[in-house]
């Protein structure tokens, strides 16, 4: 019987995760069904409550909606817990089991793929929304150092440090103070700035030497802050593509119980890289 599956968000028609997770379907010997739906934050919860009287088996959660699956949700991970978002639903009898599985794959792609290591470096990541809350425990997981978490409403930042509850090593600043605050080994950019078409106008003395940088988005959408990254001399600048595939890989683990490999899918996506819109 085949099994039904989606991802939310607005907008929604560029999203590469049908592709993704049919490629993985495929791969597994898997029938599933696996489509984009497009929901504006005022109809989401209902979008979601249909999908799932109609069968649905689980779904994937992208911007903006992250934060509002996670409100939906009869039970949540420990990581869906600790990020206070969700990307992942997974079907249990009339409810959602809520997870994320975006910082797994973000630090599978940077240290399986990439073969960096992040343990003792300096972070910082700008912005606080869903998909900052989605990598910030992985982080801190994965043995950085210190995370500074800068965004451009500090209420949302103070609420992530609190969530992680590591005062020690998470700290927040205000967004006219970054420049201050010396160099970071590695530099996230959890915003949606590229998205939007516009920059963050970041100062240079950021850049550790040798410092990683990463955008959370992809094709199009990363451009500006890779620039920038490149620019300034930065040795490795890694754009979001390798954590999606790796994430969808991990919620394809959730609902069947098997890891699809991921080489092969993220090389075919790669080989596209100059016609990607980010909508993941």
Known sequence: MTQHFAVFGQPIHHSLSPWIHAAFGKQCGIDLDYRAIEASPADFATAIASFGAAGGRGANITLPHKEAAYA???EVSEYAFHAGAVNTLIRQGDGWLGDNTDGAGLIRDLTERERLDLRGRRCLMIGAGGAARGVAPALIEAGVAELMIVNRSP???DK?????GEPDRVKTRYWQDMGEQGSFELIINATSAGR?????????SLLAPRALCVDLSYGEAAIPFLSWARAGG???????????????????LRWHGVRPQTDEVYAAL???DNELQTAD
């Open 234 to 252: 930065c040795e490795h600048a890694v754009d979001g593509l390798g954590m999606l595939v790796e994430q969808a890989a991990e919620s394809f």
């Open 155 to 157: 209420e949302r930042a």
């Open 270 to 272: 790669r080989a596209r």
């Open 196 to 204: 939007l078409g516009g920059s963050l106008d970041l100062p240079f």
């Open 72 to 74: 939906l949700c009869k």
């Open 160 to 164: 992530l440090a609190d969530i992680l």
